[in-house]
């Protein structure tokens, strides 16, 4: 026996193609609309078993509020998320919106029938694959590529930042002290320090260690206010 379900997606195009695929395999297919302000209201009017419920943005807060509302309104009627490939978050705002599964866009049609008939039983419509993707990053997240980078900017204080950057740019001491408007031995020892933190040994390591990390792309263009992460 087909399962009475609704289609809404943002892409309308996207909707009525699996309705029409939906259709021929007998499932009884009510509507197929892209979803707006009254997108709530036309699953609750139509009061279908299943609603697969497309976004494009699983993690954008407040997407999962037509969600929300018809768990709210009718909780006989289940939702499955249809969507791009999740990041943890995705699968778990899903899931406290009152959603009880998650199908991916680039999933075959008989996955899709497969997650409507676990949704209509009552049970959890998610693939254990997808599971275990979501919980991998969990348990191993990806560090941010400038984070090497945002630690090692909040040890200098803004002058030592400046120097930093003349450094990089290649300019000798006096440059530096003529830049700054500094003594030279001022210079030589705000110069020390910069290599102290950044535990290097000499400007040219300094320069490269702020290139790798991405530390002077943070760095203010002197007379500016540095961009310091965590930092007031």
Request: aromatic share 2%.
């Amino acid at each position: 026996m087909g399962v009475r379900v609704m289609v809404v997606d943002e892409h309308r195009l996207l909707a009525e193609a699996l309705a029409s695929a939906l259709k021929l395999r007998g499932h009884r297919v009510l509507a197929a609309a892209a979803p707006a302000s009254g997108a709530a209201e036309l699953v609750i009017s139509r009061a279908p078993e299943v609603c697969l419920m497309g976004t494009a943005s699983p993690a954008e807060p407040g997407v999962f509020e037509p969600v929300v509302r018809i768990r709210r309104e009718r909780p006989q009627i289940a939702v499955v998320v249809l969507g791009p490939v999740p990041s943890p978050r995705g699968i778990a705002a899903a899931f406290a919106a009152g959603a009880c599964g998650y199908v991916r866009h680039d999933e075959r049609i008989e996955g899709v029938e497969r997650a409507l008939a676990k949704a209509r039983a009552g049970e959890p419509a998610v693939s254990p694959q997808l599971l275990q993707g979501a919980f991998a990053e969990l348990l191993n997240p990806a560090a941010p590529p400038d984070d090497e980078g945002s630690r090692l900017l909040r040890l200098l204080t803004p002058r030592e930042i400046e120097v930093l950057v003349r450094v990089a740019e290649g300019e000798d001491t006096r440059l530096i002290a003529a830049g700054m408007e500094i003594a030279p031995s001022t210079a030589r020892t705000h110069v020390q320090r910069v290599l102290m933190k950044l535990g290097v040994g000499s400007r040219l390591e300094a320069a490269a260690l702020a290139a790798r990390t991405g530390l002077l792309d943070r760095a203010a263009l002197p007379g500016q206010a540095p961009d310091f992460p965590g930092r007031p």
